[in-house]
């Protein structure tokens, strides 16, 4: 494969960078860089998907654009992660959906609602989602079990598995790895779920400009939390529906609603920070060309939770059918592009942390 | 308006001193010559400030005392500088770092490779660039009025008192009025044609390793004024650097620490000195001007295969070669002499125990000049050179203070409502040498005294 442009640029980047050093102690990825004297293209991939993009080296470079160097670490590691995302897509045909992944994700979207309704105007009686349908198994008459769990179930499946296949594929590309203890993967998970690359030593990144800030990563933790509740919130459903014979709906002091309402809440909240912080920040440390398929989860994680709060609220009025389709057509979007959207960072930059503790523990040794 | 306080420069010292005249209640208007993206003088390219401590605090390790922190400046400027000042400014900088974490400085643990430093200098993180951004927002936040592309032609000094400001601010002249000013705006080593007069042609083959904002504007003007003079005037700090490094602003990156492992030869492939004489920490600032002194002001690093990786590269990659006559033309040498020097030197290097870390035993005999440590047969291919130019760190010349910063004119008197911080008075305590993280010291402690003395004189 011939080497691409970005590649080229990330590759002069670290070598300026690596002469300079002044960066060390912002991240993980100075350290990182600092154990090469020459980078190749698995490095280079490697150190882009540890970044977290915090900016804060953008900032702080002498460097930076207008001096002729122009050295814009955060921007080329963004459109190098882009590369990483499309060289790993499983399968290799949809690696497309990165080119222009906001329309991508905007249509798929579109087209799921639009299947979920027609299904449930087929499947069902005609008049189906403009009934107030109320008491346990309500949500069954709008869409029949079969096809909610069925569809549902294949759906993540096939994502899960798309994503791993992904992850293999970013493992061996970016230089395998040392080997990996135990406590190596405790490390890497540790650093990923806590955003410790997004502290900057205590003080925060550069969100928006020049000034320190921790907003992005509480904004970060509020969604990627609300996210992981509105999961929660689903597995005690079906483990409730499947096992306890208690399908839904569920009174609103019962788990599923708890853990659904607060993470539901989480992601309105994060989503809609991240992306006010994305929409105001400098652009020049961004790229631009990627700011689509950025925009375009956060639109969706946001949809989804709007979507299933307003479920909750209306649940027993004559809109819950058509309220259920839409919040079931936006979560089946969600999960069909988990593989093809920026969530794949999330993978990624876990493995790149896993591997960087690995490597860390190695140096120390 | 009048403004209370007027600060000339973006620096370190420039910031400093506007920060600490606008939180004593004065109205500050600060001018940089530089548009913002360049702002912040020669600091942007630093990293630590040298800071006194008896305990350990913070990111800085140990103990670091008044007595060994002079006896280090006495060392490197042997003797060319001012007790009384030096003293003054080594205690006051045990304060400065507190100061500089109110004011948004982060600090960080010593860089890898500069562990020598842990103990006696804090690290900035992210570098002086973000100091440089920290202390803007400071002073933003504070209300400072800061002035970009603003670049001061001469001050009217009349009868002992500067009365009016000239600059020419975004294109257009604009006289500024100040009950107070404080003159922050660096040495001249960004001016060649002033270089010149010191150095004839080489001056134009000299590479500005900082900001092209250092034109010594303000400091001609004062001396012109009758300022008295510190420093010599034909002295700057020069190091060996890599010589496709830019004109200016190519900053750290473009240093090269390759001298101990090479051997260094000139425009007519001779060897000049002894490449191994100390550490390279000691000797790092020796080479600028060795180089500045031969023909054509260039010198080229030859190397093997064997020293490849013993040092800190350049930004700049090696340029290798096969053979050492391929390399001779690779670099522009004439093949048969950089052979004949190479053999030559080859042949003289008696056995030794090679130990890149301490001063070894491996060394030349019976060459002149001698190679008298890390002296190995350079045999190994690929054979590797670098071109040496000199990198002009910073200027000596400046202006003459008082311990509380103020402007001493000839006659001995002090101006009136002048004030310096800064390169543009660094001399008065570091009239020679160089010590890592004491421009920043000097910068810090002189900095926050005039903006205080100029804050006050301007409420009276």
């Known amino acids: 494969m011939p080497e691409t442009e970005t590649m080229r640029e990330a590759r002069r980047v670290m070598e300026i960078c690596n002469a300079c050093r002044y960066c060390e102690g912002f991240c993980a990825v100075f350290p990182a860089m600092e154990m090469q004297r020459a980078f190749s293209d698995g490095d280079l991939t490697d150190l882009a998907n540890l970044c977290h993009n915090c900016k804060a080296c953008y900032y702080a470079c002498q460097y930076a654009p207008p001096h002729p160097f122009g050295v814009n670490v955060p921007r080329t590691f963004s459109l190098l992660r882009?590369?990483?995302?499309?060289?790993?897509?499983?399968?290799?045909?949809?690696?497309?959906?990165?080119?222009?992944?906001?329309?991508?994700?905007?249509?798929?979207?579109?087209?799921?609602?639009?299947?979920?309704?027609?299904?449930?105007?087929?499947?069902?009686?005609?008049?189906?989602?403009?009934?107030?349908?109320?008491?346990?198994?309500?949500?069954?008459?709008?869409?029949?079990?079969?096809?909610?769990?069925?569809?549902?179930?294949?759906?993540?499946?096939?994502?899960?598995?798309?994503?791993?296949?992904?992850?293999?594929?970013?493992?061996?590309?970016?230089?395998?790895?040392?080997?990996?203890?135990?406590?190596?993967?405790?490390?890497?998970?540790?650093?990923?779920?806590?955003?410790?690359?997004?502290?900057?030593?205590?003080?925060?990144?550069?969100?928006?400009?020049?000034?320190?800030?921790?907003?992005?990563?509480?904004?970060?933790?509020?969604?990627?939390?609300?996210?992981?509740?509105?999961f929660a919130a689903t597995c005690i459903a079906a483990f409730e529906a499947y096992a306890l014979g208690r399908p839904a709906p569920y009174p609103l002091f019962s788990l599923p609603v708890i853990f659904g309402t607060l993470g539901g809440i989480g992601l309105l909240v994060g989503a809609s920070g991240l992306m006010a912080l994305k929409l105001t920040a400098d652009p020049v440390p961004a790229a631009r060309r990627l700011l689509g398929a950025d925009v375009a989860l956060l639109a969706l994680l946001w949809l989804a939770a709007a979507t299933g709060l307003i479920l909750l609220i209306f649940r027993s009025t004559a809109a819950m059918g058509a309220l259920l389709a839409i919040h079931l057509g936006v979560i089946l979007a969600l999960f069909v592009l988990l593989p093809y959207s920026k969530f794949v960072h999330a993978p990624y930059r876990t493995l790149a942390l896993i591997r960087n503790a690995a490597n860390s523990a190695d140096r120390v040794q | 308006m009048v403004w209370d306080v007027l600060v000339v420069g973006g620096g370190n010292a420039a910031l400093c001193a506007a920060i600490t005249a606008r939180e004593a209640g004065a109205s500050v208007v600060l001018l940089e010559h530089a548009p913002r993206a360049f702002r912040g003088g020669n600091s942007r390219h630093t990293r630590n400030l040298r800071a006194m401590h008896d305990a350990p605090a913070g990111v800085l390790t140990d103990v670091y005392g008044e007595a060994?922190?002079?006896?280090?400046?006495?060392?490197?400027?042997?003797?060319?500088?001012?007790?009384?000042?030096?003293?003054?400014?080594?205690?006051?900088?045990?304060?400065?770092?507190?100061?500089?974490?109110?004011?948004?400085?982060?600090?960080?643990?010593?860089?890898?490779?500069?562990?020598?430093?842990?103990?006696?200098?804090?690290?900035?993180?992210?570098?002086?660039?973000?100091?440089?951004?920290?202390?803007?927002?400071?002073?933003?936040?504070?209300?400072?009025?800061?002035?970009?592309?603003?670049?001061?032609?001469?001050?009217?000094?009349?009868?002992?008192?500067?009365?009016?400001?000239?600059?020419?601010?975004?294109?257009?002249?604009?006289?500024?009025?100040?009950?107070?000013?404080?003159?922050?705006?660096?040495?001249?080593?960004?001016?060649?044609?002033?270089?010149?007069?010191?150095?004839?042609?080489?001056?134009?083959?000299?590479?500005?390793?900082?900001?092209?904002?250092?034109?010594?504007?303000?400091?001609?003007?004062?001396?012109?004024?009758?300022?008295?003079?510190?420093?010599?005037?034909?002295?700057?700090?020069?190091?060996?650097?890599?010589?496709?490094?830019?004109?200016?602003?190519?900053?750290?990156?473009?240093?090269?620490?390759?001298?101990?492992?090479?051997?260094?030869?000139?425009?007519?492939?001779?060897?000049?000195?002894?490449?191994?004489?100390?550490?390279?920490?000691?000797?790092?600032?020796?080479?600028?001007?060795?180089?500045?002194?031969?023909?054509?002001?260039?010198?080229?690093?030859?190397?093997?295969?064997?020293?490849?990786?013993?040092?800190?590269?350049?930004?700049?990659?090696?340029i290798r070669a096969g053979s050492i006559a391929e390399l001779a033309g690779k670099l522009g040498l004439d093949p048969a002499a950089l052979e004949t020097t190479v053999s030559r030197y080859n042949a003289s290097v008696r056995p030794g125990n090679f130990d890149s870390a301490a001063l070894d035993d491996c060394r030349t005999e019976g060459l002149d000049p001698p190679k008298t440590h890390w002296a190995r047969?350079?045999?190994?291919?690929?054979?590797?050179?670098?071109?040496?130019?000199?990198?002009?760190?910073?200027?000596?010349?400046?202006?003459?203070?008082?311990?509380?910063?103020?402007?001493?004119?000839?006659?001995?008197?002090?101006?009136?409502?002048?004030?310096?911080?800064?390169?543009?008075?660094?001399?008065?305590?570091?009239?020679?040498?160089?010590?890592?993280?004491?421009g920043m010291a000097i910068g810090t402690v002189f900095g926050r005294i005039a903006g205080a003395e100029a804050a006050r004189h301007a409420g009276n």
């Open chain 1, 82 to 230: 882009d590369e990483t995302y499309r060289n790993h897509a499983w399968p290799r045909l949809l690696a497309r959906a990165f080119a222009r992944n906001g329309t991508v994700v905007a249509l798929v979207t579109a087209a799921a609602l639009a299947l979920v309704l027609l299904l449930t105007g087929w499947l069902v009686a005609p008049g189906t989602l403009s009934h107030a349908w109320i008491g346990p198994d309500a949500f069954y008459r709008v869409i029949p079990w079969v096809a909610m769990t069925g569809v549902a179930a294949a759906t993540l499946l096939f994502s899960l598995l798309a994503l791993g296949i992904g992850g293999v594929r970013f493992w061996r590309a970016s230089g395998g790895g040392v080997p990996v203890r135990r406590g190596d993967v405790l490390r890497g998970l540790h650093d990923a779920v806590t955003l410790k690359n997004l502290g900057g030593g205590g003080h925060g990144c550069n969100d928006r400009d020049e000034a320190f800030s921790m907003a992005r990563r509480r904004f970060h933790h509020v969604m990627a939390y609300g996210f992981l509740a509105c």
């Open chain 2, 68 to 318: 060994e922190y002079w006896d280090d400046l006495l060392r490197v400027t042997g003797g060319a500088t001012d007790e009384h000042l030096a003293r003054m400014t080594i205690r006051a900088s045990a304060d400065a770092p507190a100061w500089m974490s109110a004011h948004g400085v982060n600090f960080q643990p010593s860089l890898t490779g500069t562990l020598n430093l842990g103990r006696t200098n804090a690290f900035f993180l992210g570098g002086g660039k973000a100091l440089v951004n920290a202390y803007f927002a400071a002073a933003e936040r504070l209300g400072v009025t800061i002035l970009y592309d603003t670049e001061v032609t001469d001050l009217e000094l009349d009868n002992g008192a500067v009365r009016a400001v000239n600059t020419v601010s975004r294109g257009f002249p604009l006289t500024l009025q100040a009950r107070s000013v404080v003159a922050a705006s660096g040495g001249f080593q960004a001016n060649i044609g002033w270089l010149r007069e010191y150095w004839g042609e080489a001056a134009d083959n000299f590479i500005i390793r900082g900001t092209p904002f250092a034109q010594g504007t303000v400091l001609r003007d004062l001396l012109g004024h009758g300022v008295q003079q510190v420093g010599d005037p034909a002295q700057c700090h020069a190091v060996a650097i890599d010589a496709r490094a830019p004109k200016f602003d190519g900053g750290i990156v473009t240093r090269l620490d390759c001298v101990p492992f090479s051997i260094v030869v000139d425009r007519a492939a001779w060897r000049f000195y002894d490449e191994g004489e100390d550490v390279w920490p000691k000797r790092y600032a020796i080479w600028g001007r060795l180089v500045a002194q031969r023909q054509g002001q260039i010198a080229y690093a030859i190397l093997d295969a064997k020293a490849a990786k013993l040092f800190m590269p350049s930004v700049f990659p090696a």
């Open chain 2, 377 to 438: 047969t350079i045999d190994t291919p690929p054979f590797i050179g670098y071109p040496l130019r000199p990198g002009i760190t910073f200027t000596y010349l400046g202006v003459k203070v008082t311990e509380r910063a103020q402007v001493l004119m000839r006659n001995g008197r002090p101006v009136a409502n002048l004030w310096a911080s800064g390169e543009i008075m660094a001399g008065n305590i570091l009239g020679k040498g160089y010590l890592a993280g004491f």
